[in-house]
């Protein structure tokens, strides 16, 4: 097993494993995106507080999650680099980081569109909005520091240093609304109120959720395929590439 | 279904502009990350290409 996981860390082998992966992956994403858009708009009833407005927790909720949970894989893929200097490490968490970053900004950009009907402010420095911005501050940062360092190995230890001191953020803006008295509810939604509305909206919040990881996991694939053909490019596999080799008149 | 016309359907209750930027916002940087993806993909096998035409020509 050992064996197995570190026969697939090679840029090699995980570049045709990806390259298997990201279309069925892609398709998945599609497909309970289209189900969850339709459970969250066609099926989900409206809110008895937020009428329809709620509707963007469809995209809030899980767009937020994502955020923290890209992150805690860069984390984890740093760690990785750093202690077993893998190259597939690096790229791994390079592949990540531009994902991560826009569901940041989502997160924020729903979260202001959503505030300002409810709470009637677009923005307000309580600390689960506050730490999501530092969250999406830190996103920029790694993005900064990788691609204005020349030398990859360099650029990929830098970067691996941010995404872990940056991960202590993480519990924090998962436990803000517990730690602090904040304007951010921990739960806006009366999911108890009636039985059947409850299960509609958590269902299209859930579906929506899983069809955001599978996105990240496609495009993840998709573009770690293109970080691994960049840095390996002097190598005779690349070359040899059908994708490559083949083209060429 | 919930709506009984395409209007109510974007009028949204009143919060059109809330939802609707909401999901039109997430619509269009998923849109603008894999297009971009897609281009940065096709520029390194160009760049492959271009560096393997240069040694044997």
Redesign the interface.
């Known amino acids: 097993m050992t064996m197995r996981w570190f026969y697939y860390a090679a840029p090699q082998t995980f570049y045709g494993l990806a390259g298997r992966l990201w279309p069925w992956l892609a398709a998945l994403a599609l497909a309970l995106t289209l189900a969850g858009l339709w459970v969250g708009f066609a099926l989900a009833p409206a809110d008895a507080q937020q009428g329809e407005g709620y509707r963007i927790i469809f995209v809030h909720v899980p767009a937020s999650w994502m955020s923290m949970v890209i992150y805690l894989a860069m984390a984890f893929w740093a760690v990785l680099g750093l202690t077993f200097n893998t190259r597939l490490s690096g790229m791994m968490t390079r592949a990540l980081a531009p994902t991560g970053a826009i569901f940041a900004f989502l997160s924020l950009w729903t979260g202001a569109l959503w505030g300002k009907p409810m709470w009637g402010a677009w923005w307000v420095w309580d600390a689960r909005l506050t730490s999501e911005l530092v969250l999406f501050f830190l996103y920029l940062g790694y993005i900064a520091l990788t691609s204005a360092i020349d030398d990859v190995r360099r650029a990929d230890r830098a970067g691996a240093l941010i995404a872990i001191v940056g991960a202590i953020n993480v519990p924090i803006i998962y436990f803000s609304v517990k730690w602090w008295n904040t304007l951010h509810q921990g739960a806006s939604v009366s999911i108890t109120r009636s039985p059947s509305m409850a299960q509609m909206m958590l269902w299209g919040m859930l579906l929506m959720a899983l069809a955001m990881w599978v996105y990240t996991l496609a495009i993840v694939c998709y573009r770690v395929r293109t970080l691994i053909i960049e840095r390996e490019r002097h190598t005779d596999w690349v070359k040899a590439l059908p994708e490559v080799a083949g083209v060429k008149a | 279904?919930?709506?009984e016309t395409w209007s109510d359907?974007w009028f949204?209750?009143?919060?059109g502009?809330?939802?609707w930027?909401?999901?039109g916002?997430?619509a269009l940087?998923?849109l603008l990350?894999?297009a971009?993806?897609h281009l940065?993909?096709r520029r390194?096998?160009a760049?492959?290409?271009a560096?393997?035409?240069l040694e044997n020509p």
């Open positions: 279904m919930r709506w359907f949204m209750g009143g919060y502009l809330y939802v930027g909401s999901m916002m997430t940087l998923l990350e894999i971009q993806a940065a993909h390194a096998l760049l492959v290409r560096e393997q035409s």
